[in-house]
C-alpha cells in the first residue's frame, strides 16, 4: 500500500504502556525497511516526537507487530518492538508484557481470532523470546470489551481485565533464569542478583547506592553520578550474563530494591536503562519477583515474601503490581512453575497513520 494512503494502525494502551498496533501485513517484510517506516511512523530521532505518534517517553514510543500464528501451538505471532526517541533505533531485542496486553484484543478486532461466547482466549508467540502467554478477555457479542471495573496503579480509571498466563518466561533471552549460574555475584564492589523471568534484569540494594529506594523518577533521572554508576554496573553485568554487547539495547534493566512501604513484597525503581519506569514492566514484575523469592539473592533478606497462594505485591513510583510467580527447586536448580498477571487494555484510535516522508 502507497505510504501517501495512510498505513491501517490501531492505537491502544496495553497497561501502563502504549502503543501502535500493526498486522505485519501492513508493513514491509524487510526488518530494516519495516524500522525505517517506523521511525517516520513514530517521530524519531526527535525526543519530542512532535511529528509523529510517539508519546516523547520510552513507555508511549512502542510497536506491536502482530500476524496470524505458522506454529500449530499459538494463534497469533507478537513482536514488540522499542523505538528510541533522540536516536534512529529500533530494538527487538526486549519483549514488552504491557503491550502484549493489547495484543488478543486486537487479533479480534483485525479478524484474526474469532471471539468465543463471552470470553475469548489468544494463545500468543512472543517472537523477541519465543515463550508463549495465553491472554483471556471478555468478548460479549463477539467484540472486544474494553469497559470493566478493574483498576491497575499508573492508569487512571478502570477497565475489563486481561489475564495474562506465560510459559517458558525463565531465561527467555538469556538461557537460565539466573543466567551467570549465580543467585548473587558481586560487580563493581556492589552485590546484585542478574535473574531473567521474561525480562533480564539487574537488582540491587537501593540502601548500597546510598539511596532511600523511593525517590521519585523525576529525581532519580536527575542523579547524573548515579547514571554513570548504574551505567557502568550495568556493562558488567551484562558482560557476565553473556548479552554481549548492550549500548544500544533497553535490556539489562536496572531495578533498585528496597523494603516495602504499602504492606507489599518490596518497593522498586526500574532503570529502562535511561528513563526511570513510573511503575514496572509485566515481565520486569515477573522477574522481580522470581529474584527476590530465591533464597540468597540481593533482594531475599529485604522482601516481606508473599504466603503459598498469595500473589507478590511489587511496590513500584504510582502504586503496586500484584504477580503471580512460583518457584520451585528441581535437579537443575531452581525453576518457575508460573506466571501470571491482570492487565487492562483500551483500543485508543483505529485508523490509518500518515509516516513523515523519507528524509
Ligand atoms: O516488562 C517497559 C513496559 C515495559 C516493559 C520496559 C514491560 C514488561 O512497562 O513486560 O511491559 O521495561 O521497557 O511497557
Do not use: W
Not at 506454529?71 to 519483549?95: H, I, K, M, P, T
Request: hydrophobic letters at 40%.
Amino acid at each position: 500500500m502507497a505510504e501517501t494512503e495512510g498505513i491501517p494502525c490501531l492505537l491502544m494502551r496495553g497497561g501502563t504502556s502504549k502503543g501502535a498496533y500493526f498486522l505485519a501485513s501492513d508493513l514491509p517484510a524487510g526488518p530494516k525497511e519495516r524500522d525505517a517506516l517506523l521511525l517516520r511512523i513514530m517521530g524519531s530521532p526527535d525526543p519530542r516526537q512532535i511529528d509523529g505518534l510517539g508519546g516523547a517517553h520510552p513507555l508511549t514510543s512502542k510497536v506491536a507487530v502482530v500476524s496470524p500464528s505458522p506454529d500449530g501451538d499459538a494463534d497469533v505471532d507478537y513482536l514488540f518492538l522499542q523505538v528510541g526517541l533522540d536516536e534512529a533505533v529500533v530494538s527487538s531485542r526486549q519483549n514488552c508484557g504491557n503491550l502484549l496486553a493489547g495484543v488478543g484484543p486486537f487479533a479480534v478486532e483485525r479478524g484474526l481470532v474469532r471471539a468465543g461466547e463471552g470470553n475469548t482466549e489468544v494463545r500468543i508467540r512472543m517472537l523477541n523470546t519465543g515463550s508463549f502467554a495465553t491472554a483471556a478477555f471478555p468478548t460479549p457479542g463477539g467484540r472486544p470489551e474494553y469497559d470493566g471495573g478493574l483498576a491497575i496503579d499508573g492508569v487512571p480509571g478502570t477497565a475489563a481485565p486481561v489475564r495474562l498466563n506465560f510459559e517458558g518466561t525463565a531465561g527467555s533471552s538469556t538461557g537460565a533464569l539466573f543466567p551467570t549460574g549465580r543467585v548473587l555475584d558481586t560487580v563493581d564492589g556492589m552485590a546484585v542478583t542478574c535473574v531473567d523471568n521474561g525480562m533480564p534484569s539487574v537488582l540491587l540494594r537501593a540502601a548500597d547506592l546510598g539511596l532511600a529506594g523511593d525517590e521519585s523518577p523525576a529525581e532519580l533521572e536527575a542523579d547524573t553520578a548515579l547514571a554513570d554508576r548504574l551505567a557502568g554496573l550495568r556493562k558488567n553485568a551484562a558482560a557476565l550474563m553473556g548479552m554481549g554487547d548492550v549500548s544500544t539495547a533497553t535490556v539489562p534493566k536496572m531495578v533498585l530494591l528496597s523494603p516495602a512501604r504499602n504492606g507489599g513484597a518490596v518497593t522498586t525503581r526500574s532503570f529502562l536503562p535511561v528513563r526511570v519506569h513510573t511503575s514496572i514492566g509485566v515481565l520486569g514484575a515477573l522477574t522481580v519477583a522470581a529474584g527476590i523469592l530465591a533464597d540468597g539473592s540481593v533482594g531475599h533478606g529485604l522482601a516481606a515474601l508473599p504466603g503459598p497462594g498469595e500473589p507478590c505485591r511489587i511496590e513500584h513510583p504510582t502504586g503496586h503490581f500484584d504477580v503471580e510467580v512460583g518457584l520451585a527447586e528441581g535437579l537443575d536448580g531452581v525453576t518457575v512453575t508460573r506466571s501470571a498477571a491482570l492487565r487492562t487494555a483500551r483500543k485508543i484510535f483505529d485508523g490509518r497513520v500518515f509516516p513523515r516522508p523519507r528524509p
